[in-house]
């Protein structure tokens, strides 16, 4: 079931490539219609890849600007730790 459900997807995904190329490449009417009517047939796709191209766009400028932070320096960690105190403890006892 499941080959036949990829060979199905696989058929579905060509048709939309063949409608698509037929429709950019259909020189009788101006690109101005064509791109509409990629838009009103295929809107949701198209709408898709817009999107992802924006997000793209918009992570590598978040990681490529410098963030305004500052940094602080970290905190001394305390010298005296349980170690510290239990050895103190024995040889005061010893």
């Known amino acids: 079931m499941e080959i036949h459900a990829r ?9 939309q490539f063949k409608k698509i190329n037929a429709i950019m490449n259909d020189k009788t009417k101006p690109i101005s219609e064509r791109l509409r009517e990629l838009f009103r047939r295929d809107g949701l796709t198209i709408g898709a890849l817009i999107t ?12 490529v600007m410098p963030t305004t932070t500052t940094t602080d320096t970290p905190l001394q960690p305390n010298k005296k730790t349980f170690a510290d105190k239990v050895k103190k403890t024995v040889s005061q006892n010893s």
């Open 7 to 15: 060979k199905r997807y696989n058929e579905v995904m060509q048709n």
């Open 52 to 63: 992802t191209v924006g997000m793209i766009i918009s992570t590598v400028f978040l990681a």
